[in-house]
Nanobody, 122 residues
Framework: QVRLVESGGGLVQSGDSLRLSCAGS????????MGWCRQAPGKERDFVAA???????YYSDSAKGRFTISRDNAANTVYLQMNNLKPEDTAVYYC????????????????WGQGTQVTVSS
C-alpha cells in the first residue's frame, strides 16, 4: 500500500508560480511511475505531468514549457513546479503512483492522494 499526501496549493494570480509537493509512505517511490493529474468542477480527471522510474518526464500540451515534474526517491517525494499560471489551470491537483506509466496519461493510477486546490485569478 502507498499513501500519498499533496501540499503546496493555494490562491495565486495569473503569471505567478507555485510548487506542489507529494509526500509518500509505505512502498518506496522507486517502484512506481509518478505523476500529477487535475480535475476541475464538472470535468474528468486529466493528465498533467508524469515521471518514469528512470526519470523520463512527460507533459500535457498545456503544461509543456510551464510545468516541471521531478522526484526524490530517497525522500519519497514528488514535485510539480508550476510557472506562469493561468486561470485555466484552476483545479484540484492529485498526485498519482502507478506500476504502468501509460495509466497516468489516461488519468488513472494505482494510488491517489487526496488532492490540493490550486486557484488562479485573473
Amino acid at each position: 500500500q502507498v499513501r500519498l499526501v499533496e501540499s503546496g496549493g493555494g490562491l495565486v494570480q495569473s503569471g505567478d508560480s507555485l510548487r506542489l509537493s507529494c509526500a509518500g509512505s509505505g512502498r518506496t517511490f522507486g517502484n512506481y511511475a509518478m505523476g500529477w493529474c487535475r480535475q476541475a468542477p464538472g470535468k474528468e480527471r486529466d493528465f498533467v505531468a508524469a515521471i518514469s522510474r528512470k526519470n523520463s518526464t512527460y507533459y500535457s500540451d498545456s503544461a509543456k514549457g510551464r510545468f516541471t515534474i521531478s522526484r526524490d526517491n530517497a525522500a519519497n517525494t514528488v514535485y510539480l513546479q508550476m510557472n506562469n499560471l493561468k486561470p485555466e489551470d484552476t483545479a484540484v491537483y492529485y498526485c498519482a503512483a502507478s506500476g504502468a506509466l501509460a495509466e497516468i496519461f489516461q488519468g488513472y493510477a494505482d494510488y491517489w492522494g487526496q488532492g490540493t486546490q490550486v486557484t488562479v485569478s485573473s
